[in-house]
């Protein structure tokens, strides 16, 4: 007798040895918690406070309550995904599911570009750290916001460490990743209070202009510094269980508890460390730059803020320390999201979009090689035209949230078209949570400015060539026809979200701004479509977004055939 498989059945994902993909599932929930808590405590906690308050002064403190919401939100969404598909490179995958090839090959592209951006941008962040030290001041010049020489050596090794880690295999990397953010954890709980309890003037709040800075009660740069102040690129990193979950030994338990704790443990002790660094601040520091935005001039805030405040705190062993965290803290993130990388790319290689060659896995670690190499060697590349963190943080922090938008249009479409499949954790009241958390993605990305989006659309048409070359020369077999009708909304998404960025009021610029090869071409963002009226655009134009690609999904017999490596039909019996 034949066992049959009928679509939309509810089935149970079997993960003893091997997942679906191949790849061994061995990682526990401290591994995926710690994962995703790895990723978020990185160099944001080093430089977003600092980043931050001189945007917005003091009422930064709101920027990271309102930053924190959204990402919250964001992860609910993701943890119903993740316990619905425990597959690698989730987060590449999951629009692939519910609107087919064109949503999965752009939100995939999204996703490895900020997975992929990530491991440089800490790298950056240790190397300009310790330039505070007398013997690598060589390394980085804070004057023109570039490495030296030796500070790109230094890089390239870095890289090779978290390359050689990798390839270790998953287990070893999470035992070390688990040591790592254990310490991540601690010093900046233990900073904040020391902080408090021995430097905290109250009167910084209301000091350098008091606490609401600029225009419109401040609320302008307030929304401003969530993005372009590093808030919610510090927050980021609680999708990295996700990305995981095809390694995960108990993933439909577990992802969703790694994502929504990860999220709420970052937010607190970021919150708390802002808190922590406004109150500590020398009070004639503020005096003598008169503005918050004036600090920037402070060449020692300005490289290491954590650190100066602890020196000028006469605290030199809690700067010791700091200085040690701000190499651990980076590398950890930085370690994490190499892997990352290597299993989006994974992910995309799986769903047809790029050579078959990125799911070469070794035999004995099943890891994917290939992958892990060439994702450290595009992070080495970006390196090239932004030399900096600040220069690099908007740009990973809009091809972060873009990634993360698909998964609420994901969730929404894939409710209806497989409302039946077991999910083990359901977000509550989704059917409203899901538009507001695309609403609220897409004013993140607005914030960050026209010329960030303008910057990421270049890369997406890069992506884009890159994908068709691939399908040119028949590089996969697995090669996907393209679901145009399922993605009819990609194009007017993308270009809509461009016009309202051109014609808002965050970011003057254009395509880089003269960053590298690329030249200012377009001026947008001058604010012709004012504050207020703006947002509630956006939040219109999203909806429409929202509910025509949730009417334009897949229809359940081709969810069926693309979700069948997760939930594969019942062996054939007798």
Known sequence: MTATHE????????????????????VGILGLLWASEGSIIGSGWLFAGFTAVTIAGPAAMISWAIASVIVIILALVHAELGGLFPVSGGTSRFPHYAFGSLAGATFGWFSYIQAATVAPIEVLAAIQYMSSASWASGWYNGATGTLSGAGIAVAIVLMFIFVVLNLIGIR?????????????????????????????????FTAGGGFFVGPDHGLKTILGATSIGGIVFALLGFEQAVQLGGESAHPQRDLPRAVIGSILI?????????????????????????????????????ASPFYTVAKVASLGWLAWILRLDAVISPAGTGLIYLTSASRISFGLSKNGYIPARFEARNERTKIPVFGVILSALVGLLFLLPFPSWSKLVGVVTAASVLMYAGAPLALGALRRSKPQLERSYRMPVGHVLAPISFILANYIVYWAGWQTYSTLMVVMIIGYALMLISGALHLNPNQPQVDWGAAVWIFPYLIGMGVISYYGGFGPGGIVGGVGVFKTVLVGGAGHLGLYWDLLVLAGFSLVIYYLAVYKRLPESKVDEYVRDVYPPPAMEG
């Open 172 to 204: 070893w990397l999470t035992r070390a990743n688990n040591a790592i953010t254990s310490w991540k954890v601690v010093v900046p709980v233990f900073t904040v209070i020391v902080l408090m309890l021995t430097h905290f003037n109250s009167s910084n």
């Open 266 to 302: 970052g937010a607190a002790i970021y919150f708390l460390a802002q808190v922590a660094f406004i109150g500590a601040l020398d009070p004639g520091t503020i005096a003598r730059y008169h503005t918050w935005a004036n600090l920037t001039q402070d060449a020692g805030l300005n």
């Open 7 to 26: 679509p939309g059945s509810v089935q149970k994902l079997s993960t003893e040895g091997l997942s679906s993909d191949g790849l061994k599932r061995d």
